[in-house]
């Protein structure tokens, strides 16, 4: 067999590129979809029937649908319906942020309510607002439980974002994909890729193992 | 009976309940009940468990809303608005059974979130006079102490402190000693003596019958949700009216 690993070298800084835009694209959508989560959780716990109404329908919605589908549905139907042009990046990070939202929505459900009902009672109790008790007393505890699944979505997350490589976003995937298609060097392209995402992988599955160690529940 | 004068009797109560009514579903927890509470009073809540007695607290501070009858408190019946009613739960300190201290916070913090949060008091300030309340519940060295590394009775304390920093007009106390071991249960009931004779206004559920026989001024007993008797602890402890009280006292193994 006849490989020559050189086309990587060659491209490392295509692939250092692409490899940025997966971590921008991993960034945003957490950045968006953790208080897109808050919001979800607490609108689904609304005593406003609608409002939990749509929360429900919307994460029941985006969790359940294969996010590969999620991510051409955005491509082709959203344009479409909503009239915007959106860039190929952006269009991906809607379809990120509207799964990952719909999951981080669940991960604080089970969180805030994890959190025993006197806690609640006790804030009540010394006169602050529903408002209050949620910021000071429930969210930062409610954190903590959260804290580990948020960073194991992250961790997945990252793996997940070369979906939108389908739509051409030129992450990592797409990138690598590109270039084996011009330099017909399928196996040097495919086996750099592979490394590149576990070189960029692997230690964030071990930050993930720690933080689990540390802020596990220990109840 | 002889004639018995309650504490601050010329004055307007500070609670009175006219024929509360609660239900839970199809369930009758508070069966019309009717009493009041006099400025400055111990009002100790004793009965079986199940009788209503939490429930009656819950009401006091609108964490539960009644169905029918009224809680009336400092002469105005408990307002509808939330933003009155969290007027009125800063005029009343409640202490749980289960402490429920904030596990995120300090001993400090814990007794300071009142008054930042609610009060709006600089933190400096509060910090200051929360330090002042955990020395008078006898918790100076603590006051950087989590809550998980306090025991139960310095828990307790530390809630009670909680409480206190509102300066409420009447304290609500909901079996503050029936989740703690036996030996830290002397440090909490002291504290609330010293609350008591410091005249403040108190509402006590406990099971603690010999502090309900020595700090109350008047003992309500509960049975299903009904009033069953009430009377000065002389009364209550010594000749009680009803077959009731005296077979709930025998129960818990008092002989008067
Ligand atoms: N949130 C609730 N939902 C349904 N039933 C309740 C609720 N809270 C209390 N109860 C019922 O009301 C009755 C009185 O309860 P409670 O006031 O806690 O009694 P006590 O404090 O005297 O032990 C009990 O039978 C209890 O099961
Ligand atoms: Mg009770």
Not at chain 1, 4 to 24: C, F, K, M, N, Y
Not at chain 1, 156 to 170: Q, W
Not at chain 2, 156 to 171: G, K
Not at chain 2, 187 to 211: C, K, Q, W, Y
Request: overall charge positive; charged content about 20%.
């Amino acid at each position: 067999m006849n490989l020559d690993w050189s086309i990587v070298w060659q491209s490392r800084w295509l692939l250092l590129e692409g490899a940025g835009v997966t971590i921008l694209l991993t960034a945003l959508t957490m950045l968006i979809a953790v208080p897109g989560g808050i919001v979800l959780a607490l609108m689904r716990g609304s005593r406003f029937k609608p409002v939990a109404l749509f929360a429900t329908g919307f994460v029941e919605l985006f969790r359940n649908v294969p996010l590969l589908l999620l991510v051409y549905w955005a491509f082709y139907v959203m344009p479409v319906l909503t009239g915007l042009g959106l860039s190929p990046f952006a269009t991906g990070l809607v379809a990120l942020c509207l799964n990952v939202s719909a999951y981080n929505s669940e991960t604080f459900r089970s969180g805030i309510n994890s959190i025993r009902k006197g806690q609640t009672e006790a804030g009540l109790a010394l006169g602050m607002s529903k408002g209050e008790v949620f910021r000071q007393i429930i969210l930062p505890q409610a954190w903590r439980r959260v804290l580990p699944i948020l960073a194991s979505t992250w961790v997945s997350l990252f793996k997940d974002t070369s979906l939108v490589s389908v739509i051409a976003v030129g992450e990592l995937a797409h990138t690598a994909m590109q270039i084996r298609s011009q330099s017909f060097r399928v196996l040097e392209m495919l086996t750099a890729m592979a490394a590149i995402y576990w070189l960029m992988g692997y230690p964030q599955a071990k930050i993930v193992d720690w933080i689990h160690r540390k802020y596990g529940v220990r109840e | 009976m002889t004639a018995f004068a309650r504490k601050n009797a010329d004055k307007p109560p500070m609670l009175i309940y006219d024929k509360v009514r609660k239900n839970y579903g199809d369930f009758t927890a508070l069966d019309g009940v009717s009493m009041h509470v006099n400025s400055g009073e111990v009002v100790c809540l004793i009965g079986p468990s199940g009788s209503g007695k939490s429930t009656l607290l819950r009401c006091t501070n609108a964490l539960e809303t009644i169905d029918d009858g009224e809680i009336r408190f400092e002469g105005k019946p408990l307002p509808k608005s939330d933003t009155e009613t969290r007027k009125v739960r800063q005029r009343m300190g409640m202490v749980f059974q289960s402490f429920e201290l904030f596990p995120h916070k300090t001993a400090l913090e814990n007794v300071a979130i009142g008054l930042t949060t609610v009060r709006k008091m600089d933190a400096d300030e509060a910090h200051k006079r929360a330090m002042a309340l955990l020395a008078k519940v006898g918790l100076a060295d603590k006051t950087a102490n989590y809550p998980a590394n306090l025991s139960g009775g310095q828990q307790q304390r530390v809630a009670i402190a909680r409480a206190l920093a509102m300066e409420p007009h009447v304290m609500l106390f909901d079996e503050p000693t029936s989740a703690l071991d036996p030996e830290t249960v002397g440090e909490v009931l002291n504290v609330m003596r010293n609350l008591a004779d410091e005249g403040m206004t108190m509402i006590v559920v406990t099971h603690e019958m010999s502090f309900a026989r020595r700090v109350a001024n008047w003992v309500v007993v509960f049975e299903r949700g009904q009033l069953l008797e009430q009377g000065p602890p002389q009364q209550i402890f010594e000749a009680p009216t009803t077959e009731r009280t005296r077979e709930f006292l025998s129960h818990l193994g008092w002989n008067g």
